[in-house]
């Protein structure tokens, strides 16, 4: 979206369960420990919802934030990106914005796990620059302990819950804020690496499952980190190229929080140095969705990420799906 009307951050929030679980208290389960989980993770604890809690409660939580961060009361429409959603049929994002006093706006669920807030960004982008909307706001949410098998350690050491949001705007695509040029794609042949098998019109949520674990949340996490460096690097390397950015001129590199490993390989990759590193992964987890933008909001206030600054966004997720963005941080204040 160059020279034409761009989607601009105004303002940015995020929101973890206040319910914290670490590393001991997940070995006092499972067969883990806390040295495993940090030297192949970089984990340390992370934050979970009560029962009761749903995902769209994250969500309004951090649409509040975002909105007051922005200064707005009143959006065009409302896009959240979630693989939890409260329930299959409707979508979630109609009740948040009506829980946030949003009107009777058009608000849609975006599906791309892990990679949502990029494809919600895209999204978002696309309604502002067709016209339909002057003002977005995108919700990335997830409460993925609710689709984790609470016996599996290869997946509940990682997954956690948490929301973040951001208010978007039509403006210039030379202005502060604005998002550049997105690199997105898919590969479905690869679509077992990462799921959830039964709950779906394959495996309908009425019917007995054939395995009862198929309920569950899994992934083959050797194959899945393969994948995950690899198109991370170079959804990074064509997004730069396509906003004529050097990797030297990348003030902050903010990564889909999957594992600190991953993380550290794509910045070596790329050859980012580690100082311009954005992460959070070790008091939040991996939050799917949610992890971009409760990075840039956790980063924003704890002052590690500022106005001017030039980041570059990635993320990687079940589908496959991945992707990658720039722009320059915009004068916002994070609530
Ligand atoms: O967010 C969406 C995208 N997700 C990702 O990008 C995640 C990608 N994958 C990963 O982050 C890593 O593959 C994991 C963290 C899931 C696993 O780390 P790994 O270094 O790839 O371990 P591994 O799966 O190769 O397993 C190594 C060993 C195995 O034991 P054996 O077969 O060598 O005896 C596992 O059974 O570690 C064992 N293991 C554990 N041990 C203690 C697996 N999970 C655990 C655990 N605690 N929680």
């Not at 039964?198 to 309908?204: F, K, L, P, T, V």
């Not at 396509?242 to 889909?256: G, P």
Request: glycine fraction near 12%.
């Amino acid at each position: 979206m160059s020279g034409g009307r761009a989607a601009v951050i105004t303002g940015i929030g995020g929101y973890v369960p206040p319910d914290l679980v670490t590393n001991d208290d997940l070995a006092q389960r499972l067969d883990t420990s806390d040295a495993w989980i940090r030297s192949r993770t970089g984990i340390a604890e992370r934050h979970v919802i009560a029962p009761g809690t749903a995902t769209s409660d994250l969500a309004v939580e951090a649409g509040l934030r975002a909105l007051k961060s922005a200064g707005d009361e009143h959006v065009d429409a409302v896009v959240l990106a979630t693989t939890t959603p409260d329930q299959p049929c409707p979508a979630t994002a109609p009740q948040v914005a009506a829980r946030l006093g949003l009107g009777q706006v058009p608000a849609f669920d975006v599906a791309a796990v892990c990679s949502g807030f990029l494809f919600g960004l895209a999204t978002a982008s696309g309604l502002i620059a067709a016209g339909v909307a002057d003002k977005v706001l995108l919700v990335a949410a997830d409460a993925f302990t609710t689709i984790i098998n609470p016996e599996d350690r290869t997946t509940a050491v990682i997954f956690a819950d948490g929301a973040g949001a951001v208010v978007l705007r039509a403006g210039a695509a030379d202005e502060p804020g604005a998002v550049g040029p997105l690199v997105l794609g898919s590969d479905g042949e690869l679509s077992h690496l990462i799921e959830v098998p039964a709950g779906g019109s394959r495996q309908r949520s009425s019917g007995p499952t054939t395995d009862p674990d198929d309920q569950y949340f899994r992934m083959l996490g050797r194959d899945t980190y393969r994948h995950a460096v690899e198109r991370m690097t170079d959804a990074s390397q064509r997004a730069a190229e396509l906003a004529d950015w050097r990797i030297d001129d990348v003030d902050r590199f903010a990564a889909h929080q999957a594992n600190a490993r991953i993380l550290d390989s794509v910045a070596e990759r790329l050859g980012v140095p580690a100082e311009r590193q954005l992460t959070n992964i070790a008091r939040v987890g991996n939050t799917g969705a949610a992890s971009i933008p409760l990075l840039l909001s956790q980063a924003a206030a704890a002052g590690r990420l500022g106005a001017g600054h030039r980041v570059l966004l990635t993320a990687f997720g079940g589908g496959l799906s991945w992707g990658a963005g720039t722009l320059v941080w915009p004068e916002v204040q994070p609530v």
